[in-house]
């Protein structure tokens, strides 16, 4: 028998990267592999990346630069990169970094066995495609074992809303849905494997339409009812939201649906009406608001969380106050902001910038804003009983770590919980990313 080799996996970006590099290992498990957590003992390292700033994608090149010294010591060493920014700069990649060995595309991962084999045969690899065939019947057997008790599983790729700065109807291709029963096979197999939370993902998620039994075009919501019937499934999430696909059936899930938690991330970008049309989203900031408000009075205590991007082109000072503004009639529990970056190949890259410096102004502003909302809604969880699932045990002695239903992460003080558990607790405290909780006797 002969050793076997070590896979080493990078992942940036967001959680479908990591879900997808979970599944890159499973790929080439049968060609010998087994993960390492240490890039200087693989065999093979895969950088999954990400491309939606010019940030996340430069990060790739230094990291490649990096690595290149490693084939000094092990000159079979194969590098390779996976995801956004192989899908979208293809060939270039190697032409960069001669380094490289193999670029694959986030839809064609389930081929990596074969191009496994053509660089065992001292060749390079390349696949970019949209293939025809699903990747996820490629990859249908999962292995066995435990697994921690959260878990994401992918529901949707792509995306039809092509926003002006945004790369990803480009990266990931058009709007996809998985079939209800693989998603269900794939959701009971994860809970016989130890998992009681499933964060459902896609870049559009609330527009999934995938075929059901009945042989029916199925919404998101009708998938979670179906995941609710699961034994031994607490908890269901699902990430990330367009306004415009919240449907009402959607909405009144977040309602009536016990295992639905308490939590929904709904990017709205800008609070300027002007701004949201250059972007191309389709929605106005009253609607959005309006929308907001149904989603509360369906689940008064669900927090929520948002995208923002500052300096967009042609962004002005009264555009910036009012989506300071949208954020202050909303009250998000957490939200992201982040600086335009430009994206070659989409609309909004051929129009003029911003002042850089004004751009950095505000977004340290912006930051500010959703601190002081993320501290307020923090500090109103205290005295409450939220229920918390204990992830991992935490650095202080009878410590366990874990999130609320609020997606919040919790220590759990002098705990007697084990990883899995399902646990009721009451907040002590609010800290600057978490809260303090003991457990309820
Ligand atoms: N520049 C800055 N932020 C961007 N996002 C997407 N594209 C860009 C870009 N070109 C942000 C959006 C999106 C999140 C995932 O990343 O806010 O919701
Ligand atoms: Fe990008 Fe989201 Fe807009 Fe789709 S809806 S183009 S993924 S920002």
New binding site residues.
């Given amino acids: 028998m002969t050793a076997p080799k070590k896979l080493f996996v990078k992942t940036y970006g967001?959680q479908m990267n990591v879900y997808d590099s979970e599944r890159m290992a499973e790929a080439l498990a049968p060609q010998g592999y087994e993960q390492t957590e240490v890039a200087a003992e693989a065999d093979m390292i895969l950088l999954n990346t990400c491309h939606?700033?010019e940030k996340a994608a430069e990060k790739v090149y230094s990291e490649l630069g990096r690595l290149k010294a490693l084939k000094v010591d092990k000159p079979d060493l194969k590098i390779g990169v996976a995801g956004c920014v192989a899908q979208a700069e293809g060939e270039e990649i190697m032409r960069r970094q001669p380094a490289v060995d193999l670029v694959v595309g986030p839809q064609s991962y389930h081929r990596l066995p074969q191009m496994e084999a053509k660089l065992r045969d001292g060749r390079k690899a390349l696949d970019t495609d949209f293939p025809a065939e699903d990747k996820f019947d490629t990859l249908r057997t999962r292995p066995k074992g435990r697994r921690a008790p959260a878990a994401f599983l992918t529901v949707q790729e792509g995306c039809d809303k092509f926003c002006a700065?945004?790369?990803v109807p480009y990266t990931r291709g058009a709007e996809t849905s998985r079939p209800v029963s693989r998603i269900l096979e794939e959701a009971r197999d994860l809970v016989d494997r130890g998992v009681r939370e499933i964060t459902l993902l896609g870049q559009n998620v609330n527009a999934y339409h995938g075929t059901g039994p009945d042989g029916r075009e199925w919404s998101l919501a009708q998938l979670i009812w179906a995941l609710n019937e699961i034994d031994g499934l607490a908890r269901i999430r699902f990430t990330?939201s367009h306004p415009n696909d919240m449907s009402d059936d959607l909405i009144e899930a977040h309602g009536s649906c016990k295992k639905l938690m308490p939590y929904l991330h709904l990017?709205v970008?800008s609070g300027s009406d002007r701004i949201l049309k250059r972007m191309n989203r389709s929605h106005t900031a009253e609607s959005y608001l309006r929308l907001i408000e149904r989603i509360r009075a369906a689940r008064p205590d669900i927090v929520l969380s948002g995208?923002?991007?500052v300096g967009f082109p042609e962004e002005t000072e009264a555009d910036f106050q009012a989506t300071l503004d949208l954020i202050d009639a909303v009250g998000y529990g957490y939200a992201?902001s982040?600086?335009?970056?430009?994206?070659p190949g989409?609309p909004a890259a051929e129009r003029a910038l911003v002042d850089p410096a004004v751009a950095d102004e505000r977004l340290q502003r912006i930051q500010a804003l959703i601190t002081r909302h993320q501290t307020a809604v923090q500090e109103a969880m205290v005295g409450r009983e939220v229920n918390v699932l204990v992830e991992k045990p935490g650095r202080a002695p009878g410590q366990m770590l874990g999130k609320s239903d609020h997606l919040h992460a919790v220590h759990i003080e002098q705990s007697s919980a084990q990883v899995g558990d399902l646990v009721p607790v009451r907040i002590t405290q609010s800290k600057r990313n978490s809260l303090a909780a003991v457990t309820i006797r």
Avoid: E, N
């Fill in positions: 967001c939606i700033r700065f945004c790369v990330t990017p970008q995208d923002f991007i992201y982040f600086k335009y970056s430009t994206r989409t």
